[in-house]
């Protein structure tokens, strides 16, 4: 979070936030496998406590593995700050809750990850929050769902599982005029293809779980503050603008400008809340980001191929990838995410719910698995798995209806992952 050159994406995601060891030298970041952290002195551990002083005390708040991946997930997405925390889902609770109180509520997009439509229907009830969705492609439905008790505007940059891409700069406008952040969910993009920072974003959420870390090996999410949102501009934001009992009276704004919802998330929503990312985690996630761009260009060339193939196929009923010209969405990627529209879509097969289960079932090289942007290529059958939980009316909203099956391509090699798929679709229909 220091002032840094300013370097292109490929250097930044290698060494952004990360030097050599001041201890040992050692070259790649050491894993610090403690929980706790000696004080210099009783002076030195006051200091600390009251935020006087930066440093690390104990794991759940800080740890110096972690704090280089949110520096580095930070310089990537062009934040001022990072919280890196246990998942996806926390992460959207993290980024919530300094903005929230009982009765207040979010506007948010009724294209959603089928967990955060979950999430956002019954789970943030039992805080007294509540979430009205709304379809952001209804630009004044979205601005006449927005009232008083409203803290912020939720979407997703690439939309799972529905090939739709997000007007961010439309709807950063609107959270712009009722003073508002307007939070984006990246999972999907990753800041290699969308940073909706530079779109007038002002937090974006990750499930690290995902693209960031690319192999399927941990679970992850990070909160991304751009540093650009006067929360001392209303007397909406409380827990930002006013005093913190919890340390005698802190302003969070005031003490901290543009790191106040960075060090909020730490000093209070990791404290209090408790949901940590672990330094093993924090190190798989990145050597993941390591090779991000390189994964990215690769998923998204071959998700390119792969999807023309199955639009040009009898057996298919429609494609829903952005990164056709026959998507109602692409003319979107080139303003909002100019290397890619993701490799993330859905398909309809002809014969069914039925067809699906077969194909699904008749799969070798994709795995049937309830995740995403991994390095190899997943298959999922939303309507019986991950949107299970919703009314058929949600479903049809996510593009999960039984007919439909979700795919995440790989960085294999294109044309197997199309002969895997013909001879399933092969079997589908016998
Ligand atoms: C996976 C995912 C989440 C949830 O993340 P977890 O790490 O599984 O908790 C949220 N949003 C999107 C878009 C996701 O793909």
């Not at 952004?16 to 002076?43: L, M, N, S």
Request: aromatic content about 8%.
């Amino acid at each position: 979070m220091t002032d840094q050159p300013t370097y292109g994406f490929d250097t930044m995601q290698i060494h952004a936030g990360a030097r050599p060891d001041p201890a040992t030298g050692a070259r790649q970041t050491p894993i610090y496998q403690t929980t706790a952290y000696v004080f210099k002195d009783a002076e030195h551990a006051a200091a600390l406590f009251n935020l006087q002083e930066v440093g690390f005390i104990y794991s759940r708040l800080t740890n110096p593995t972690i704090a280089v991946l949110q520096e580095r997930i930070a310089a990537l997405e062009g934040g001022a700050g990072a919280v890196c925390c246990a998942s996806g889902h926390g992460a959207q609770i993290m980024s919530l809750f300094p903005l929230m109180q009982p009765g207040c509520n979010i506007v948010s997009s009724n294209r959603l990850y089928g967990g955060t439509v979950t999430q956002f229907s019954r789970t943030i009830h039992r805080f007294g929050w509540r979430a009205n969705f709304v379809d952001t492609e209804d630009l004044d439905a979205v601005e006449a769902a927005i009232d008083d008790n409203t803290r912020a505007l939720f979407c997703e940059s690439i939309a799972n599982p529905g090939g739709y891409i997000s007007d961010l700069d439309e709807l950063a406008k609107i959270a712009d005029r009722n003073g508002i952040p307007l939070i984006v969910d990246n999972t999907s993009a990753s800041p290699y293809l969308c940073r909706p920072i530079e779109h007038g974003a002002t937090l974006v959420v990750h499930s690290t779980t995902k693209y960031l870390t690319g192999n399927g090996t941990v679970t992850g999410g990070a909160i991304v503050d751009s540093g650009n949102f006067d929360w001392s501009a209303s007397d909406k934001f409380p827990s930002l603008s006013q005093p913190e009992p919890a340390y005698h009276g802190l302003k969070f704004h005031e003490t901290f400008g543009s790191l106040a919802f960075t060090f909020h998330g730490i000093a209070i929503g990791l404290r209090d809340l408790g949901m940590t990312m672990n330094p093993q985690g924090a190190h798989y996630t990145l050597l993941g980001i390591e090779t991000l761009s390189l994964r990215m260009q690769k998923h998204v060339d071959n998700a390119i191929k792969v999807a023309s193939w199955l639009e040009n196929d009898p057996r298919v009923e429609f494609v829903t990838y952005a990164g056709l010209p026959s998507s109602p969405y692409y003319s979107r990627i080139a303003k909002i995410c100019p290397n890619g529209a993701g490799a993330l879509f859905t398909f309809a097969i002809k014969g069914g719910y039925d067809s699906c289960v077969k194909f699904v079932d008749n799969l070798d090289i994709f795995s049937h698995v309830a995740n995403l942007g991994d390095a190899r290529s997943l298959v999922i059958h939303s309507a019986s798995t991950t949107h299970r939980q919703l009314t058929a009316e949600q479903q049809k909203a996510a593009g999960a209806e039984p007919n439909v099956v979700r795919l995440s391509i790989g960085i294999e090699d294109a044309n197997d992952l199309i002969a895997d798929l013909d001879q399933a679709l092969q079997k589908s229909a016998s």
